[in-house]
């Protein structure tokens, strides 16, 4: 069952400006990953970040968890058209299934 | 990291009719699962496809409409049975290596039923 929800829906900005986006999930967890698709195609892997950890950067990209209020934000700065793409939260707890969030769509503006 | 193939990328199919869905890995793992993302939706696990027993089904999927073979520790077919339109979807498979519960993906198989 979907166990995250994901605000904003959509999201529309400027190229070179920063986009954020939040995950809310129910249950404990031991990770959180988070997912990029473009147009409707396969999922890209962009970072996971376990239960005992508050903060991970890769490249442009920043994760943030909150365990204590079951939420997470992506922050994707200097943003670019190839950043247009729909980007998923998804959790597991121990046995590796993976409970995907509703989903946030961007749009980035040339 | 994984590379991960499928067949076939995309498909229209007529009603009452089945397909059956390949994925392959370029390396041997234990885990694999195939999800479904319907139209506009996120996405829902299927199953988990065990090697050598049968596959772990999440509750609202039945092996008699999506049986799932994982003959080896690089590749299972998912069969979707008797499909109405209701079944147009992208499914995907994904794979755990191992290395510190990352999961990749294939890039999906988009059906359409109709």
């Known amino acids: 069952s979907q166990q995250g929800e994901e605000d904003p829906q959509a999201l529309s900005i400027q190229e070179g400006e920063n986009a954020t986006m939040n995950c809310s999930y129910k249950?404990?967890?031991?990770?959180l990953q988070w997912y990029r698709q473009n147009s409707g195609r396969g999922l890209v892997h962009l970072i996971l970040i376990r239960s005992n950890e508050r903060e991970k950067h890769s490249g442009r990209l920043r994760v943030t968890l909150d365990t204590s209020k079951k939420s997470s934000s992506l922050l994707i700065t200097a943003s670019r058209a190839a950043d247009t793409a729909s980007y998923f939260c998804a959790t597991s707890l121990n046995d590796y299934k993976l409970s995907f969030g509703a989903g946030t769509t961007v749009t980035v503006r040339a | 990291s994984a590379v991960i193939s499928q067949k076939p990328s995309r498909d229209i199919c007529q009603r009452g009719t089945s397909l059956t869905i390949q994925c392959q890995v370029d390396?041997?793992?234990?885990?694999m699962f195939w999800y479904r993302q319907q139209p506009g939706q996120s996405l829902t696990l299927i199953a988990t496809?065990?090697?050598?027993?049968?596959?772990?089904?999440e509750s609202g999927f039945v092996i008699d409409k999506f049986p799932i073979s994982r003959p080896n520790l690089t590749f299972s077919t998912l069969t979707v049975s008797n499909m109405s339109p209701e079944d147009s979807s992208i499914y995907l498979c994904s794979v755990d290596t191992g290395e510190g519960d990352t999961q990749y993906f294939g890039p999906g198989t988009r059906l359409t039923v109709l």
């Open positions: 496809a065990n090697q050598g027993s049968e596959a772990t089904y």
């Open positions: 249950t404990s967890i031991n990770n």
């Open positions: 390396s041997q793992v234990t885990m």
